[in-house]
């Protein structure tokens, strides 16, 4: 009999649904160019190049269509599905389908921004290191660079940027962990802003990992001016 590890799957839901608004593109933003390659084709490749081996892709419902194009020869294999109104219900719909995508129920599942395109491989590869360790979930982080003030009715005052972190994707969990804990979301009408707030609120414990600068988030129009310079090329 042979003694020989074998790794847990790893697929990525990577959730480009969203409407970029803020950016105000004339295409939808996952398929917004940047040197000539598409933000949703530069996150299915650096998660490849991190581990990931097959990938679900959440796109919005009005505009499917438009990402065959731009998925077909992608670096990993990849099922496209239509997403929801909010993030949240985006990623559900990609948890929707893994039965459809993978067999095992230990396997690894990563979810991803596809804004957050230039994410370096060793962030992906860290994230998977954690879960594969033992982490329920495993999240990069970056420290703050600005100085927080809280608002509230009484006025302002600062918060000790030294314990704040800032949250980026791809973000990792044992398959059965997160499909338990959008289940329950789904089930109490509970808004989270990231999946990481999901399995936490269900009562698991957040690893945190070093992120990247480079994991930054594509948003508003001077993103994309950081994208080409990144990326080396022109618009
Ligand atoms: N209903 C939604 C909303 C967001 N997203 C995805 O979640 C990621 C983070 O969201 P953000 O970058 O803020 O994108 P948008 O919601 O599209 O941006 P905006 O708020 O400017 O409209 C993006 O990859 C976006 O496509 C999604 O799949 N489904
Ligand atoms: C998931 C996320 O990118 C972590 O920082 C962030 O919460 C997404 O927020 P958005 O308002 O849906 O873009």
Do not use: W
Request: glycine share 8%.
């Amino acid at each position: 009999m042979s003694t020989d590890f074998i790794a847990e799957p790893v697929v990525a839901i990577v959730v480009a649904a969203g409407s970029g608004s803020r950016l105000g593109a004339a295409v939808p933003k996952a398929l917004v160019p940047v040197a000539g390659v598409t933000l949703l084709r530069r996150s299915l490749t650096q998660l490849a190049a991190g581990g990931v081996q097959q990938a679900v892709v959440v796109v919005p419902a009005e505009t499917a269509e438009l990402f065959d194009a731009d998925l077909l020869d992608a670096p990993l294999p990849v099922q496209r599905v239509v997403g929801g109104a909010q993030r949240q219900d985006s990623v559900a719909a990609g948890l929707a389908v893994l039965p459809d995508v993978i067999a095992d129920a230990e396997a690894l599942v990563l979810i991803h921004d596809a804004a957050r395109a230039f994410v370096p491989s060793d962030v992906v590869a860290r994230v998977i290191d954690a879960v594969r360790s033992g982490a329920d979930a495993a999240i990069p982080v970056v420290p703050v660079a600005d100085t927080i003030r809280e608002v509230d009715e009484a006025g302002s005052h600062v918060i000790d940027r030294t314990r704040l972190r800032g949250v980026q994707t791809p973000q990792g969990f044992r398959r059965s962990i997160i499909e338990a804990a959008h289940a329950v979301l789904s089930d109490t009408g509970t808004p989270v802003t990231d999946d990481a707030a999901a399995v936490e609120y269900t009562g698991h414990e957040v690893t945190l990992v070093a992120g990247d600068r480079l994991a930054f988030k594509v948003t508003e129009p001077l993103d994309v001016a950081l994208a080409v310079a990144v990326a080396g090329g022109a618009a």
